[in-house]
């Protein structure tokens, strides 16, 4: 069963008509009446990250950034944090808190709420609560509308690689540590559709596309990096085009608007199209469907 | 260090002077721009329930009432709740799920959130928003008010100790496996202060007069409990009053207010006084601290 089978699933079950909930659970956050904005992400010891990786304070940090970029993608602004941390010594907990609560504070929220359950297993579950007039959804990209992503790609992916193999500094390893989430975009975007890239171009746009009944055509070339991404990645035996195309938890955002934005804004990366499912155009001209990215089962 | 020490640290941490937050960590629940109520809590495996014991349909609605409790604490309607599952087979998590849709609509509320993670320690962690215009705190408590409970205790303590000998059917199992929040009583109380028993009447109640700065002194033959539960709890050698005065999990709730009230809305357990702690006067007039109830650390 894979992630979206699952989410799928769950809409099912707690699907509701209910005049308080503008949009229920499928979205990257859901809306209540007045447009509070909501959304949880979950870290888990051994699934998102590995003990000797991050300090506390990183996993605070990183917890709560996964949940506040749901925010982002909705374009909605970032309010509360609600902390619930699993952990084997209580007064660790503190740490976790203490990046949280950075982590809210850098990105113009506020933790209002924490729970501390004793468990062998690190876990931090970040509820996230915002406020959007019209929120952004994922479901409206329309055939010819632009694709565009907000930075570079690949980085964090490139720094869980590198934590893999022992390389424990560097900056791509800092973006994987300390993300940051978008916010800065609000205002200066009108999107028909936007998600967050938590799981990787490849497969966050394909939800974009299935959202919204239609499909995606990438060019290879136009996805951008950081500087130095591809030697590092050639260094340790890793594909740049890869690692960009499959690579989650940059927490750039992926959106689609009629192409007409200013290029200092966001890089345009390629085209809706009709169809459905997401296909790249390699610099050769040659088209393949894109894969990759993180499926959480 | 105990829970409330814990929390308290963690108030420091997160405490912030902003505008959109009426009421930060340290209450039953924090209180947002707009009277948007919001609580978190958590279940853990091993520290709050054994998997032999809850079905996974159990585990989501006692995690969700658990939360949702600390919104009718403060006297909010329920409205939204968010379910964070850590679970190591991932279809399992539709179970949970069920049981939580299931509290959630028992109580008036919605899900409209949801994350599943993988881990071999089942938990739940559920966030939960509601509204109040003028929301109940645990600080307001006056010496000479009225302290009353809105239902029987230590029926969830009792169900707890049955199952610990493996016996797993009966009421006082059901009260434990399938508690409800009370939110009926919004509208019929105006309480100085308020706090849920999530932790027992003796602890709870202790955190409601350090809260006001005052004290309690309950009179221990007015504690109610569910018929039966002496004879029951006698049958396997507990005693009933440390049982009504020490066990949490009823999720019944401690208010103060003048002693005006309908004894058919609440039951009249003591008064507050001046200075602090709770004391218990005994059937036979001697005073003594009350002592019991559940810290989590």
Known sequence: VTEDDLLASIREIVSVDDPRVALGVGDDAAVLDGGVVVSVDAQVEGSHFRRGWLSLEDVGWRGTVAALSDLAAMGATAEAVISSVVIAEASDALGVMRGAAQAAHAHGAVVVGGNVARGDTLSLHTTVIGRARTPWTRSGARVGDAVYVTGPLGSAALGWRLL??????????????????????????????????????????????????????????????????????????????????????????????????????????????????????????????????????
């Open 164 to 297: 893999e193999r022992g390389d424990d500094g560097g900056p791509f390893v800092e973006r994987w540590r300390r993300p940051r989430a978008r916010f800065d975009l609000r205002g200066a975007i009108a999107p028909t559709a936007c998600i967050d890239l938590s799981d990787g171009l490849a497969l966050d746009l394909g939800r974009l596309c299935r959202a919204g009944a239609v499909g995606a055509v990438l060019e290879e070339a136009a996805i951008p990096t950081e500087p130095g991404l591809a030697a590092a990645a050639a260094a340790i035996g890793e594909d740049a085009a890869a690692l960009s195309l499959g690579g989650g938890e940059d927490y750039e955002l992926a959106f689609t608007m009629p192409a007409s934005l200013d290029p200092a804004i966001a890089v345009r990366v390629g085209e809706v199209v009709e169809g459905a499912g997401v296909r790249i155009r390699a610099r050769d001209g040659t088209l393949r469907d894109a894969v990759g990215g993180h499926q959480h089962f």
